[in-house]
């Protein structure tokens, strides 16, 4: 079984769509939306602004972003069932599969995990439906827009599940400017060095931090590659991808 989160690059892909309806093991997907949240928030006169990466949410822009991410999780939804992969696209505020606190309020209506309904999930499995969940959790005061990398290491750590964020990159490099300089294999107490050192940079902090986080909650290993056709069997091969795992590594020749 694996978490699978899609970035927003990745949006309508149809060989990766396929691979994932073909998958020979249960799934749970998490996909993100930014390029069509902030297409749409443009064509309304809104004007979209990022703190450290997280995109600043007033409440009348978070009608717009549920709007468009609900409506994204339905659509891979429906693409998985016709191809032959039956789905549900699922907000994190049904079931309140997913619950939050409000970061701050400088963010507007953006929060962080606080708990995750797992039984909602592994019901839907048990009947070989496959759970598509849109970054958007249930609070007290409302629904709150979340970072999708931190939703996919929540649920994956939560169930005890590995974890994949296919993307528009390679894995982790080496060399930032080379693609071909993928670290194939990487120990959590490498990164923070790897940032230190400036090979690791932009927004590939953030998806390795949050990796990181899958890891300390009860993901046994995190693996980032390249959403590409035939990625699943490649990256759990390791022919592909970088994968993150919590024990030190000999780098011993």
């Not at 060989?15 to 939306?33: M, S, T």
């Not at 699922?90 to 701050?104: E, I, K, M, V, W």
């Not at 309904?117 to 598509?132: C, D, E, I, W, Y």
């Not at 940032?195 to 590939?204: P, V």
Request: glycine share 12%.
């Amino acid at each position: 079984m694996l978490v699978v989160k899609i970035g927003g690059s990745l949006d309508g892909s149809e060989p990766l769509v396929q691979d994932l309806a073909h998958h020979d093991g249960e799934l749970v997907l998490i996909h993100g939306g930014g390029p069509r949240i902030g297409a749409e928030l443009e064509a309304r006169g809104f004007t979209t602004r990022f703190v450290e990466g997280l995109r600043v949410t007033p409440p009348e822009q978070m009608v717009v972003v549920e709007q468009v991410l609900t409506l994204l999780g339905k659509e891979l939804a429906d693409h998985l069932s016709r191809l032959g992969r039956l789905a549900v696209g699922l907000s994190g505020r049904d079931a309140r599969l997913l619950r939050a606190d409000p970061l701050n309020d400088d963010l507007g209506r953006v929060g962080k995990i606080s708990a995750v309904n797992t039984s909602l999930l592994f019901a839907l499995m048990s009947r070989h439906l496959t759970p598509v969940v849109s970054p958007v959790a249930t609070s007290e005061s409302g629904p709150l827009n979340v970072n999708a990398d931190d939703v996919a290491a929540a649920i994956a750590g939560c169930m005890g599940e590995p974890l994949v964020y296919l993307t528009d990159v390679p894995g982790v490099l080496a060399d930032p400017a080379d693609p071909e300089s993928r670290i194939p294999l990487l120990a959590g107490d490498e990164v923070e060095s790897l940032i230190a050192e400036g090979a690791i940079a932009g927004g590939m902090i953030p998806k390795v931090r949050a990796a990181l986080a899958a890891i300390e909650y009860g993901s046994p290993w995190v693996t980032i590659a390249r959403g590409e056709t035939g990625v699943l069997p490649r990256l759990l091969s390791g022919r592909v991808g970088t994968r993150i795992v919590p024990e030190k590594i000999s780098r011993e020749v």
